[in-house]
């Protein structure tokens, strides 16, 4: 009877929710209908060259909320401390219970409300972070009282407009026109007043994405300098695990104060210049304009101090213009967009692509000031020497595909991090999973760290401590040395050697934790043989065929295991993690179905390929894999087949070629392009995760696909007629012959000039520039 009356619930459950998501949605998409396309005209700064082809847009928006690729449209640089981005309120905040904003980013393009711009994020994750440091531009008296009480600024994306570096929004009903650029470490304002109303700009200290606590908060103002400064501790999804993360401020406004108000929590003093407390904040009321009033505001941050931001902002920004900070900004991201340029193909698929790269390199995050500090892992202060101090690094998914492209056209920075990583397991004793602010949040699974460090020096890349990195995956891969509390990189590494793989009756994510460990292995083995350890090599490569053990050759899945070496008896290929709210059949996988684990070991298709009863059968399983896919994106549920918005298999379509079946890696490649982008706010197929989607688009819109972990590409197909790759001061061409909209398939493939029997290459191949020529054909070719 109880059985029966919690499924009865679980039914009743699922009935409402499919319900409220319907209205809900239908509430979305009556809003964005309604606010039209960003489309701020009378503008006269520009994007450059290439940005024009950027939409920040892109991925803002879908319903329902957690199939948003949780982009911003804000101004950033490449990697930027800042990002400077407006904040909306959730469209049915205050009917149902959650977080003021629904995108983690801070912005949704269903919402309608808008409560300022804030300096920090995360971008494309699912982690609430940051939102520090809010300004909200006003008018009247009574701005610090509307805000308080919840009472946003109404606005359209008609007013809107964002391109690399600017965005800009109009509120007629005020007046006013915000605008924002940025700098590395630099937030910049620029409103513009046109009623004959006092202006007034709030600073909103303690403000947060989502729900997060906050704590420490102070301000202190210096009306005689135009000059506000302070801090706050904060406490995200990410920066909650690690103590909460204190962040300073320093601002400089261009106009006089003609007054200022502070508040504390409820309390409001008068005539002070400081106040402290969990939640702070104030108000500068300026004289009214004549015409109209143009008020700029440079707020630098630092993890650091007061005087380190202060000095963030003298040295970025100093006593600079709005328009020559945009210029320098939109320069900075010509730069990098400049690195891949791209001809042909339809004006559509340039705005996906040029967008793709441009979200590809916004994260991580560059963390030390320009004085060289940096917070440490240890919680302590460090200076850098020859380096940028990295964090912010969303490893378990980046290091499919962002870290590979940072290896192929921003190595300069892929050093960087990865010195970045060496002095977090220095400092902090192990090296991280998914490193944020200063500290470890042990989000996900795996040994994702592995895999980036070591396919980076399998690349060229190894002006970092590579022995110290080394040292510290092995002993965490066999189990030496483990930290007594805190965060340990692999989670049940005991029972992983004991039994050559995760037993379910021992841990939960039994199957994803074997895959992934295995994984790694991978990596380890292929770098202690270029290091010339041969025997770690071998004691790695024999770890790395440990995902055998899991594998059913009764089903042909990879299945949940016990330490006995029985198969758990529930199991279910289609049930998802996220709709098997008991985990009665997923308990022994992370994000997703068994059926999308099925196809994990992307590092050893050959012998994946050697489970299944002979290739036919693999290949015609991998296709139905995708004929059953979903075509559209934004759904309600991922469904139980392809899914691309998620990790474990994003790199499916590739694995026909080592079956033999190039052809269907091209089909298939070209339908995940053609289906799961758009160059609409609904753009993605669920979170970017750090620009782990638009990386997978970059390279596969190119013709060419690494695995992770190696120094290996798989060939597809490309997108473009012709493609140029600026690999440092290194060129790769992509030349595409019999190029249309039609011929999607590949006849034949050359690399330098020399014709290939093979869909694969290595990176030595093209490191130094060469040229790889596809020859395209309307239908498969046959006789591969």
């Not at 801090?231 to 106009?255: E, L, P, W």
């Not at 996906?352 to 940096?374: C, H, K, W």
Request: proline content about 4%; overall charge negative.
């Amino acid at each position: 009877m109880k059985r029966i009356l919690k499924y009865l619930m679980y039914l009743i459950f699922a009935i409402i929710f499919v319900v409220f998501l319907v209205i809900a949605g239908v509430i979305v998409r009556y809003q964005i209908t309604v606010g039209a396309k960003p489309g701020l005209t009378d503008i006269e700064i520009q994007p450059g060259e290439l940005g024009k082809w950027v939409d920040p847009f892109i991925g803002t928006g879908g319903f329902p909320t957690y199939v948003s690729g949780a982009t911003i449209p804000g101004a950033t640089l490449p990697f930027g401390m800042v990002r400077l981005s407006p904040d909306t309120q959730f469209f049915l905040n205050g009917l149902v219970p959650g977080k003021k904003t629904v995108n983690t980013g801070g912005y949704y393009y269903g919402d309608r409300k808008m409560m300022g711009f804030s300096h920090t994020r995360l971008i494309g994750t699912g982690a609430w972070d940051g939102g520090q440091f809010r300004v909200v531009p006003g008018t009247g008296e009574n701005t610090g009282k509307k805000y308080r009480e919840g009472r946003y600024i109404r606005f359209s994306h008609k007013n809107e407009i964002a391109f690399p570096g600017y965005y800009a929004v109009k509120f007629p009903q005020m007046g006013i026109l915000a605008e924002l650029t940025a700098s590395e470490r630099v937030g910049v304002h620029r409103y513009t007043f046109t009623k004959n109303e006092t202006p007034q700009i709030l600073i909103d200290v303690s403000s947060t994405l989502g729900n997060s606590r906050t704590t420490e908060g102070e301000i202190e103002i210096f009306p005689g300098k135009q000059e506000v400064v302070g801090a706050i501790r904060n406490f995200g999804s990410f920066s909650s695990r690690y103590g909460g993360a204190k962040v300073y401020f320093a601002a400089r406004f261009s106009q006089p104060f003609l007054s200022y108000e502070v508040w504390s929590g409820d309390n409001m003093p008068e005539s002070t210049t400081f106040i402290e407390g969990d939640q702070v904040g104030m108000v500068v009321s300026f004289d009214k304009p004549e015409n109209n009033q143009v008020i700029t505001l440079h707020l630098g941050i630092s993890y650091i101090s007061i005087d380190n931001a202060r000095a963030n902002l003298e040295t970025e920004t100093g006593g600079a213009g709005f328009e020559e900070i945009v210029t320098i900004a939109r320069q900075k991201w010509e730069d990098k967009l400049q690195l891949i340029k791209v001809e042909g193909g339809t004006e559509e698929q340039r705005r996906i692509f040029y967008s793709a790269l441009y979200r590809s390199l916004q994260m991580p995050t560059v963390f030390n000031d320009v004085t060289g500090e940096y917070m440490g892992f240890d919680k302590q202060v460090h200076k850098v020497t020859d380096f940028n101090y990295y964090t912010d690094m969303s490893l378990w998914d980046t290091f499919r595909t962002t870290h590979p492209l940072f290896s192929l056209i921003a190595r300069e920075e892929q050093r960087d991090m990865m010195v970045s990583l060496v002095k977090m397991a220095k400092q902090g004793g192990v090296l991280p999973r998914w490193p944020s602010g200063y500290g470890y949040t042990g989000s996900m699974i795996g040994a994702s760290a592995d895999i980036v460090i070591a396919e980076a020096y399998l690349k060229g890349i190894r002006d970092f401590d590579v022995e110290a990195a080394y040292n510290a995956m092995r002993k965490a891969a066999l189990g030496i040395d483990l930290p007594e509390s805190g965060f340990r990189p692999r989670e049940g590494i005991e029972e992983y050697l004991k039994y050559q793989y995760c037993p379910a009756d021992l841990m939960s994510r039994s199957v994803s934790r074997t895959l992934e460990y295995a994984y790694a292995d991978d990596a380890i083995s292929k770098l202690a043989s270029v290091l010339g350890y041969e025997e770690d090599a071998e004691l790695f490569a024999r770890h790395s065929q440990y995902y055998r053990n899991v594998w059913n050759p009764e089903n042909k899945f990879f299945h949940s295991r016990n330490s006995s070496g029985d198969f758990v008896e529930k199991f279910d290929p289609l049930q998802l993690t996220y709709t098997d709210f008991d985990n009665k059949y997923t308990d022994g996988y992370v994000e997703g179905s068994a059926l999308q684990w099925r196809w994990a070991v992307f590092f050893d298709p050959e012998n994946l390929i050697s489970l299944f009863e002979d290739r036919k059968y693999f290949v015609d399983e991998l296709n139905a894999f995708f004929e059953k896919s979903n075509p559209k994106r934004g759904r309600y549920t991922p469904g139980s087949y392809y899914w691309h918005g998620n990790e474990p298999d994003i790199h499916a379509a590739y694995l026909f070629n080592s079956a033999g079946r190039p052809d269907l890696t091209q089909k298939w490649v070209r339908w995940i392009m053609d289906n799961k982008y758009g160059d609409g706010y609904e753009g993605l197929d669920g979170d970017d995760d750090a620009g782990t989607l638009s990386a997978w688009y970059v390279f596969s819109a190119l013709g060419f696909y690494p695995v992770a972990g190696s120094d290996t590409y798989q060939i597809g197909a490309p997108l473009f007629e012709r493609a140029e790759i600026k690999m440092g001061e290194n060129l790769l061409r992509v030349i595409t012959d019999n190029f249309s909209p039609e011929n999607i398939y590949v006849n034949k493939v050359w690399l330098n000039g020399e014709l290939l029997d093979r869909f694969w290459f290595r990176h030595h191949e093209i490191s130094s520039g060469g040229t790889l020529r596809f020859e395209m054909s309307e239908f498969p070719k046959e006789d591969w």
